[in-house]
């Protein structure tokens, strides 16, 4: 059995290697921290590089639309330049907003002739894909300002970029429809020029009409002051005629003269003017003085108007109605004879 003493010493010399125990590294540790480093290399290469270079080809929008650039001449042999000589114009092209535009001097076409001469680069890949939507964007502008030849070129570049994606539908949907709307806008601009022709065609056959009309009613007019100067000479030798034999022999004219009984002309059918839809819708009112012959069979003939007020708008009611009236005509000793009256026609609304 070991003393105390003993013991006491055995523990006094073991502190000291159990404190150098604790300050020596775990061969453990070691492996896990090399691990973690290696991770970490593995991953800046494999992961956090290739995508910081992917990303060096793609110019975000908003500091392309807050940076406008003036626009660089198209290279003069673009199948000349390198991949890197590409991607170069693709990243102005994109910093400069040229997306899909103008033809020959844009991104998507830098990027495919990337794809051409690399087939898989990812950086013109990456970038082909997450600028669609932009390039989408531009596009419908171009449809909206109606450029629609360049709208199709654009179209057929976005296809090139990614076939199947849905959005070209809707691109050439819209396309077609602006393509219609302008059809049917021009279709009606055509139609209105026509309507705009055929009224004036109107108003100048209007015009003509009416010019005709009002020279018929200057010939008939004529005719009817012709006709009533005539019939005034008629009565006027009518006298005349009779006035001889009461020279040659006084006593039998006085005679006739006294024994001659003359009857007026008596109205037994009377027409109502028609009033004028003009002058009805204008509140319109007045009269018109006519002049008539009444034959000896009591028909109305050679009416025309001596006086109206207002002028020329109740004259065609007022002759029309007129000429409609029947007589009991006039005699003389028993003898219908003709002869000639005037009426006032008036047009009141009745209120």
Do not use: C
């Not at 991770?39 to 392309?64: E, Q, S």
């Not at 037994?268 to 028609?274: A, C, H």
């Not at 109740?314 to 005509?329: M, Y």
């Amino acid at each position: 059995m070991r003393s105390p003493l003993s013991t006491a010493m055995d523990n006094r010399h073991r502190i000291p290697s159990r404190h150098f125990a604790r300050g020596a590294v775990n061969p453990v540790t070691l492996t896990v921290i090399a691990i973690v480093l290696a991770l970490a290399v593995a991953a800046w290469f494999l992961i956090i590089k290739p995508y910081r270079d992917a990303n060096a080809g793609v110019a975000p929008v908003t500091a392309a639309a807050t940076k406008p650039g003036a626009t660089r001449d198209t290279p003069a042999n673009v199948d000349a330049l390198s991949v890197d000589q590409l991607l170069a114009e693709a990243r102005t092209a994109m910093n400069e907003q040229r997306l899909v535009a103008p033809s020959g001097n844009n991104a998507f076409e830098f990027y495919m002739k990337v794809l051409q001469k690399q087939p898989g680069n990812p950086v013109a890949a990456d970038a082909l894909r997450e600028t669609f939507s932009y390039g989408a964007a531009a596009t419908e502008q171009t449809i909206n300002q109606r450029d629609f030849n360049e709208a199709q070129r654009e179209i057929d570049l976005l296809a090139k970029a990614d076939p199947e994606n849905y959005t070209l539908t809707i691109l050439r949907s819209k396309l077609d429809a602006q393509r219609k709307t302008l059809d049917r806008e021009q279709q009606q601009a055509v139609d209105a020029q026509k309507a705009q022709q055929l009224a004036q065609q109107n108003a100048a056959s209007a015009a003509k009409l009416q010019a005709e009309q009002q020279a018929a009613a200057a010939a008939e007019a004529q005719r009817l002051q012709a006709a009533r100067e005539q019939a005034a000479r008629v009565a006027q030798q009518q006298p005349a005629a009779a006035a001889a034999p009461v020279a040659a022999a006084p006593r039998p004219a006085a005679r006739a003269a006294s024994d001659e009984s003359i009857s007026e002309a008596v109205l037994i059918r009377q027409v109502n003017p028609r009033y004028p839809t003009a002058a009805m819708r204008a509140n319109q009112e007045g009269w018109v003085d006519v002049e008539m012959t009444v034959g000896a069979d009591g028909a109305v003939g050679n009416v025309s108007v001596v006086d109206a007020q207002p002028k020329h708008v109740f004259d065609r009611s007022a002759i029309d109605a007129v000429s409609k009236w029947e007589f009991k005509p006039a005699t003389r000793n028993g003898e219908a004879i003709s002869v000639t009256l005037r009426r006032r026609l008036q047009f009141n609304l009745g209120r």
